[in-house]
Structure formats: C-alpha cells, structure tokens
C-alpha cells in the first residue's frame, strides 16, 4: 500500500512541491536573517553618525563662543558635563569621552567590558588621530559586535581628547534572530497548509487521470461506448480528455467497421460456399451433370479468390509501406490505361489528355495502384452501359490551397445511379441498387477510394439516373515527404 502510494503521480507531485518548499524556506531563512542583520547595521550607524554630529555640532558652536583661558582643559571638561546632560544615547549605545589620553567620562556611567581602559580597544581610540568607523567581534554572546564611531577633539589646534560613539550589537541581533526563528515557524506552518492544499488540488486537478483509468478499465471488446466527461476549462488534461474521446470514437468506428467488414465477408463468403456443397452433395455419375457441376464450382471457387484478393488489398492499405512510389509522366500513364480498358466490352471509348512536349505532366504516386484504381472505375462503367454508351478518362491539373493536383475522371453515359446509392457505393461490400447488378462483393469502389486516401487524396461521383455518371479522383501532383523520389529523364 505505502509503495504503491509513494508511485502515485499524485504524490510524486507532491513530493516535487514539498522538496520545493523545503529548498525555498532554507534558502529564505538566510537570506532574510542577512538582510535583517544588514538593516539593522545601517540603522545602527546611522544612530551612531547622528551622535558624532550632535557633539560636533555642538563643540563648534562651543569653540565658536568659548573665551581662551588660563586652563583649556577644564574648560574643555566643563562644555562635556554640560553636553552630556543634554543628550540621550539609543539602547545600547554609549557616548565615551577620553581626555589626555584618559576616560573622562561615559553616557551612561556603565561600560561594557570591551569598552573600558586597559582593553585593546580602548588603546586604539587613545591613539585616533583621524575621524575613524569600524566594528570589533566579540566572544560575549551577551554583547555581541560592538560597531563605533571615533572622531578626535581638537582644541586650539591641538589634539585633547576623542569623542566615541559605540553600539552593541548582541540585544538587537538577539531581537533579530527571533523574529528570524518566528518567521521559520511561520514558513514551517505555512509550508504544511500548502502541502495540504497542494494535496486536495492536486487530487481535484488529477480527477480526469483517475476518470481516464477507471473509463481504460471499463472499456472491453464488446462495449467501445466509454466516454470521459468533457473539461469545462481549457488545458493540458482538456486537451488529454478530448484526445482520449477522439481516439476512442475512432477506435470505435474502426471496429464497427472492422465488425461489419467481417460479417459481410462472411456473407459473401458463404453464398458460394453453400453453392458449392449443395452441388457437389447433388453430384451423380451423369459426365454432363458432372462437367456443369465442376464448371460452376470452379466459377465459385474464381469469385472467392477474388473476394480474398480484394480483402486482403484492402488490409495491406493500412500499412505504411503499402505505396511503391515513383515520379509518373500523365499522358503516357493514360494511354497504357486506356489501351487496357478498351480490351474490358465493346464500347465507345474516349481519351480526354494532351501531352505537353515543352513541360510533360508529372506527379508522384504507385502506378500500379492507381492503374488498378483507374481500371476499377472502368470495368464498373463497362458494367452499367450498353455497348453504344460512351465512356470516357480523362485528367487535368488543378490548383488547389494546398498546392497543384492533378483530377483525373471516368465518364460514361449509361444508367446513372441514384443519390441514395450515391452516398454508400464507396462503402465496403456496398453495391448500387439498379437491376444490372456488379458480379463484384461490392469492394472495387472501396479499393479505388482506400487508393486514393492513401495519396492523400479523394474520390467523388456526380451522377444522376439515365444520364450516366461521373467518377474522380484528386490526387496531389506531389507529397513534401517525397521530395527525393527521382525524376526520370524526360523522352
């Protein structure tokens, strides 16, 4: 159960979404932690640059009216007690005076351990000479950076004192990575309600997949009538649904038709079988009796091999090599056509070409097939006329949207066919209704039209009752996928 829900498309999708997930908190947390630590540096300096310009501020203005005295130094002390009691550091930040190189004073009066005498930092701002910004680690967690500001005080062109403004670091970062470990929980619930979420949508968006299997299963031999449920939205699994009712009404029609094709084989099959045991059941010792018995079985056994010849023509058309393709010259093509049909009955026959010396008609396709298309209509023309009717082939090239074709027709003038016939002479085993009646099963036109599809073309008939029929055939001059068939040299 556990693997076979683990192969689950849905859960491998959820998986992807889950590894995601997990790949866009860890990579969020850090980055978020990073730019909160960055802010709240830049906020930190900021406060320390305001300090250092408060007291530089201040000191010029002092410097500006201050009168010289014997004691520069205790006048410099007296301007920082009063300074002092003027301002107000931020948390954590520390407002440190050295004069003659000694702490004088602190706001507040309590310093951090990195900050007092006799530590390393605070013998390098004794030795400050220059306006400096910088930051020092610490190993105290409870402190942190210590991030500051020294500028050196000056009086009467000499060096007194510096002024320190410093920051540490460890409460705000410490407030910091709270806030980073609360926005981790929130990730982390957020990411199982998407999850969640992720799982019912999945299953929602899954749904027609599911319909798919459950419709495949149903699907057997005798029942091709499962549908899926059409998409109410556009989309892949839209398209997937449409695809698979497409396929299914195709698989359908092919099989009705395969199921028809069978039974009336079998029909046809029958008829001369039943005639042939009847006979040979009858059969006596009379030679007369027996040489009309073997002429009429042998004339059956013709018609079924026939009918097993067609049938299996008709089979090898759905092959993808069934076209022996070659570069054809119309005019000569016809004439070795009409030459073989004029032998078929005794009628009036015409030709309907013009060969073209300066630029012959060429196209590509299986000349045998076509022949054997052309003759088809040919033979069921001789079929339905009388040896005073006409029958005519002709061809023409036409111009069509998806390039030049070329129509090729068989003409004749005999009984016609009605329009109720005409929509189902093309059917397999499907034969016209008029009185002279094809000793054919009904196959020939099917062939012609399978000839036809197979070179990507059509076939049509405009007829009408007593004024005899038209057949055509239009067929692509050229396939683009047989652009390496070679041309024959012109004779």
């Keep these: 159960m556990l693997t076979r829900l683990i192969q689950e498309t849905r859960t491998r999708i959820l998986l992807i979404y889950a590894l995601s997930i997990l790949l866009l908190t860890g990579l969020s947390i850090p980055i978020f932690r990073y730019l909160l630590f ?10 320390l640059e305001e300090e250092e310009e408060a007291f530089l501020d201040a000191y010029a203005d002092w410097e500006d009216e201050r009168n010289e005295s014997e004691d520069p130094t205790a006048e410099l002390k007296d301007f920082i007690d009063n300074f002092v009691k003027t301002i107000r550091p931020e948390d954590d930040n520390f407002q440190i005076f050295i004069i003659d ?30 306006p400096i910004q910088n930051e020092l680690k610490s190993d105290d967690p409870k ?31 410490t407030e910091a ?5 609360l926005f981790a929980q929130m990730m982390g619930v957020g990411a199982l309600i998407a999850l969640f979420l992720a799982w019912l949508a999945t299953g929602r968006l899954l749904a027609p997949i599911t319909d798919l299997t459950r419709t495949a299963m149903a699907i057997s031999d005798s029942d091709l009538t499962q549908r899926l449920p059409a998409q109410k939205t556009d989309g892949e699994l839209a398209a997937l649904t449409n695809t698979f009712n497409a396929m299914m009404d195709r698989i ?14 079998g029909h046809e099959l029958r008829t001369p079988i039943t005639i042939i045991q009847g006979h040979l059941e009858l059969l006596d010792d009379d030679p007369q009796d027996r040489r009309e018995t073997i002429e009429l079985v042998m004339d059956e056994l013709d018609r079924m091999g026939r009918l097993v010849n067609d049938m299996l023509l008709l089979a090898k058309l759905e092959r993808p090599n069934f076209l022996q393709l070659e570069v054809i010259e119309m005019y000569p093509f016809l004439q070795e056509v009409f030459a073989k049909a004029t032998a078929l009955a005794e ?37 339905y006329t009388q040896p005073s009717d006409t029958i005519e082939l002709g061809y023409r090239v036409e111009n069509s949207a ?20 005409q929509s189902r002479i093309f059917a397999r085993f499907s034969r016209g209704s008029q009185p002279r009646r094809s000793e054919g099963a009904g ?8 000839i036809v599809a197979a070179h990507g073309g059509r076939v049509g008939v405009v007829s009408e009752p007593k004024r005899g029929s038209t057949f055509q055939m239009w067929v692509p001059m050229d396939l683009p996928e047989l652009s390496s068939v070679p041309i024959p040299a012109a004779s």
């Excluded at 960055?38 to 406060?47: K, L, M, P, Y």
């Excluded at 009467?156 to 320190?164: A, R, S, W």
């Excluded at 998806?402 to 016939?421: C, F, H, M, N, Y």
């Design 177 to 181: 990575l709270a806030g980073v470990y």
């Design 347 to 383: 009628r009036h026959w015409v030709l309907n070409a013009q060969e073209s010396i300066e630029a012959p008609v060429r196209m590509v396709g299986d000349r045998q097939k076509l022949t054997g298309a052309l003759l088809n209509l040919l033979r069921n023309a001789t079929q």
């Design 252 to 265: 359908q029609s092919s099989f009705d038709s395969q199921r028809s094709f069978i039974d009336d084989a």
């Design 101 to 130: 190189n000694e702490l004088y004073r602190s706001e507040p009066l309590y310093l951090l351990p990195p900050l007092r005498p006799d530590t390393e930092l605070f013998k390098r701002w004794q030795s400050v000479a220059a």
């Design 38 to 47: 960055s802010a709240i540096n830049q906020r930190v300096t900021e406060d």
């Design 402 to 421: 998806k390039g030049p074709r070329i129509q090729l027709w068989v003409r004749d003038t005999g009984e016609g066919i009605s329009r109720a016939d």
């Design 443 to 450: 196959l020939g036109l099917a062939i012609v039209s399978a």
């Design 143 to 173: 402190i942190g950076s210590i991030m500051y500001i020294a500028s050196p005080i000056l009086l009467d062109g000499e060096q007194k004192g510096v002024f320190i403004a410093a920051h540490s670091a460890a409460g705000e970062r």
